[in-house]
């Protein structure tokens, strides 16, 4: 019985492999920060074998609230992901499973490899409305790509999505993989209406680095890229540095910046209502929006979030407050579950990859139902 993760996206230390029955490993933090909760590891060998595996460290993680109510996912295949029995117990996170493969793959949610990534941004590519920019490089020399779609032109409106500033995270890319899916290939009016009247900047995952190397929540110098919006710096955030720098040559109407959440079992919106010039156009376009996506689909609900920052007090290193600030824009953070949502819950999947791209597709049901709203004053 072997243990491994060393490959796109892998994390784990395994302690000691010596017993089935309990299996000891530790989640690696991310280099050069305290953060960890991503893990991702191959189990093989122990076809037909009750496997315990108990996570030591989880306590000391990033969000330990986060393993209340939560379940692993595995995979044989990589392909189809499903919940496995998994427990949460004097600061020690066990997961227990009997393999029918000799070859069994585990994970915090479903990897989504930079492989798949180049895969997607090929895809997108084959559109004619598509062209690939390349802002810059990450410190460890990886791109950062940027699909710009459609051509700028007099009254478009320009919008920006970008997903997986916290590389763990990794709903937000299959959520942009649906998004992008339905904007670019559907003949739906909603859809072709977006193509028409605005030009879209993607950055399908700002934090390439922290994505291959396994990190949570950083990239590869340890620093939080949702925390570097006031003073980005090539040395430690290259990636937000060259993505804001293409933002203030487009100065964007819409900005949508799709990430998860450890804790809350449920997809959420939080907005910028504590910058210093927030406004009542906005505070419509947010609640709008909001109400929008409610009717969209069910998997979206406004009862439960982070709560609203007072006026004033919003915390400006932060992505979406400082979008909205700079630009004078709506701009918001798309919040979905490790977990599962509380009213929609499958026993199965939890909340998957499916779901987070059906999610992204259902974006694009709410930007056109406030369409008319969006832009500045």
């Known amino acids: 019985m072997r243990i491994s993760s060393a490959f796109d996206g892998g994390n784990i230390v395994c302690l000691n492999d010596s017993h089935l ?13 305290h953060y960890f909760q991503w893990f991702y590891y191959r189990l093989v060998g122990a076809k037909g074998e009750a496997c315990t595996m108990n996570i030591l460290n989880a306590a000391k993680s990033g969000y330990p609230g986060g393993w209340e109510g939560y379940r692993a996912v595995a995979s044989y295949d990589r392909q189809h992901w499903f919940r496995v029995a998994t ?12 393999p029918e493969s000799d070859s069994v793959y585990y994970a915090y949610f479903a990897p989504y490899s930079m492989e798949r990534h180049a895969d997607l941004v ?7 409305l598509a062209e690939l920019i390349v802002l810059g490089q990450t410190l460890d020399g990886q791109n ?3 699909i710009r779609i459609g051509e700028p032109g007099a009254g478009k409106k320009v919008c920006w999505i970008i997903a997986r500033q916290h590389p763990g995270e990794t709903m937000a890319q299959w959520c942009m993989e649906g998004f992008l899916d339905r904007l670019l290939y559907s003949e739906d009016q909603e859809a072709m209406r977006l193509r028409d009247e605005a030009v879209f900047y993607v950055v399908p995952n700002m934090n390439p680095d922290g994505s291959r190397r396994g990190h949570l929540r950083t990239n590869a110098a ?13 040395d430690k955030s290259p990636e937000v540095y060259h993505v ?11 900005c949508l910046d799709m990430h998860g959440d450890e804790v809350i079992p449920n997809n959420f919106i939080a907005g910028a209502e ?18 929008a996506f409610k009717a969209a689909t069910p998997e979206f609900q406004t009862e439960e979030g982070y ?23 709506l701009a918001m953070t798309l919040e979905m579950p490790f977990k599962d949502t509380r009213e929609t819950a499958d026993e199965i999947e939890g909340w998957s990859p499916k779901r987070s791209a059906q999610l992204g597709q259902d974006v694009i049901t709410a930007m056109a139902a406030v369409w008319d709203k969006l832009g500045k004053a």
Not at 227 to 232: G, L, M, S, T, V
Not at 274 to 291: M, V
Request: proline share 7%.
């Open 21 to 33: 029955s309990d299996i000891q490993l530790e989640i690696r933090p991310d280099n050069n920060s």
């Open 87 to 98: 427990r949460y117990l004097n600061g020690v996170l066990t997961i227990s499973h009997t």
């Open 122 to 128: 090929a895809k997108t590519l084959e559109h004619p």
């Open 144 to 146: 950062i790509d940027l």
């Open 222 to 234: 340890g620093t939080d890229l949702n925390r570097e919006w006031q003073e980005p710096s090539l």
């Open 244 to 254: 804001l720098q293409k933002m203030k040559d487009t100065r964007p109407d819409f």
């Open 274 to 291: 504590g910058i210093p010039d927030w406004t009542n156009r906005l505070a419509d376009q947010l609640e709008s929006f909001k109400d």
């Open 307 to 329: 709560p609203v920052d007072a006026p004033g007090q919003a915390n400006m290193k932060v992505g979406a407050n400082a979008m909205a600030q700079y630009f004078d824009c």
